[in-house]
C-alpha cells in the first residue's frame, strides 16, 4: 500500500527537501582533487548538525556513515574512507535527512576537475534522464511512464541503466512503497499516480553494462565491467499541480 501524503505532510517534506538541496550545495562548494571522501562525510556530519538535522544513512541497517561517497565504477553506497580524490575522477555523492519525523533524500554526480568527453556526456545523459522522468510523475500517469522516460533516454544515448537498485516512495519512513525502477518491468502490474505520492526518483547510470556487483564491505555496489556510473535523485511530491520537487534548490523552479 502506497502511503499518500497530507498537506500537513507535505509542508514538513517541503522543509527537509529544501534543507538537504542547502546541505548539498554548501558540500559541493568544497568538492576538489586532493580531499578525502571521509573529509566529505565529517562536512556533511557537521552541516547537519548546524541545521538541526540528522543523517537519514547513518546506522540504517547498520551504514556506518553519514553520507554516501561513490567514486567512478562504484554506483552506489560507497562508504566515506580516506581514499583522495584525483583530478579526471567523477563522485556521487547521495544524502539522505530526517527532519522532524520526515525524510528527504538526493544525489548528484560531479566531476572532479577536468574530464573527459565520455564522463561528461554520462553525468549530463543520467541527470538529463532524471528530469524526464520527474516530468512524468503526473496525476493519472502511470509509474512505468516514469520508468521508459528514464530507461528510453539512457538507452538511446548508449548508456545502460542499473537494474539491482530502484527508487523508492519516502515520507516518515526512508524507504516506503512504491519501488521506482529506471526501467520498465513488464511482469509487474503497473501502478497509477495520484496526488500525495512522494517518489525518490533515482537513475543510476552505467557507462557500460547494467550489471553490478556488491563488494566484501557488504555496501558499496560497483560495475562488473569496472566502468564509470553516475546518480541523480530528487525527492518529488505528485500533486495537481504536476511533480513538485521537493529536494530543488530554493532559486530554482520546484515544479518540473
Known amino acids: 500500500m502506497v502511503p499518500l501524503k497530507s498537506e500537513f505532510d507535505l509542508k514538513m517534506m517541503?522543509?527537509?527537501g529544501s534543507i538537504l538541496a542547502r546541505i548539498i550545495k554548501r558540500l559541493q562548494q568544497h568538492i576538489t582533487a586532493g580531499i578525502t571522501t571521509a573529509y566529505i562525510d565529517s562536512l556533511a556530519q557537521?552541516?547537519?548538525s548546524r541545521e538541526g538535522v540528522v543523517s537519514a544513512f547513518k546506522g540504517y541497517r547498520g551504514y556506518p556513515a553519514h553520507i554516501c561517497t561513490s567514486v567512478n565504477e562504484e554506483i552506489v553506497h560507497g562508504i566515506p574512507s580516506q581514499r583522495v580524490l584525483m583530478e579526471g575522477d567523477i563522485l556521487s555523492l547521495d544524502l539522505g535527512i530526517k527532519y522532524e519525523g520526515y525524510f528527504s533524500d538526493a544525489a548528484v554526480t560531479?566531476?572532479?576537475g577536468s574530464v573527459g568527453?565520455?564522463?561528461e556526456k554520462l553525468i549530463e545523459v543520467t541527470k538529463k534522464a532524471l528530469f524526464l522522468?520527474?516530468?512524468q510523475a503526473r496525476v493519472g500517469n502511470q509509474l512505468s511512464d516514469v520508468s521508459s522516460a528514464i530507461q528510453n533516454y539512457v538507452e538511446g544515448n548508449g548508456f545502460s541503466v542499473v537494474r539491482q537498485f530502484v527508487g523508492h516512495g519516502?515520507?516518515?519512513n526512508l524507504h516506503e512503497e512504491p519501488e521506482v525502477p529506471n526501467f520498465v518491468q513488464h511482469y509487474q502490474q503497473d501502478l497509477m499516480l495520484t496526488d500525495g505520492m512522494v517518489l525518490a526518483i533515482e537513475p543510476?547510470?552505467?557507462m557500460g553494462g547494467w550489471e553490478a556487483e556488491i563488494l566484501d564491505n557488504g555496501w558499496t555496489a560497483v560495475t562488473i565491467d569496472r566502468l564509470p556510473s553516475a546518480h541523480f535523485e530528487h525527492t518529488v511530491a505528485i500533486t495537481e499541480k504536476g511533480p513538485e520537487?521537493?529536494?530543488q534548490g530554493e532559486t530554482e523552479d520546484a515544479y518540473a
Open 14 to 16: 517541503r522543509k527537509a
Open 46 to 48: 557537521e552541516f547537519f
Open 110 to 112: 560531479l566531476p572532479i
Open 117 to 119: 568527453q565520455q564522463l
Open 133 to 135: 522522468g520527474i516530468r
Open 170 to 172: 519516502i515520507g516518515k
Open 204 to 206: 543510476m547510470v552505467n
Open 245 to 247: 520537487i521537493l529536494t
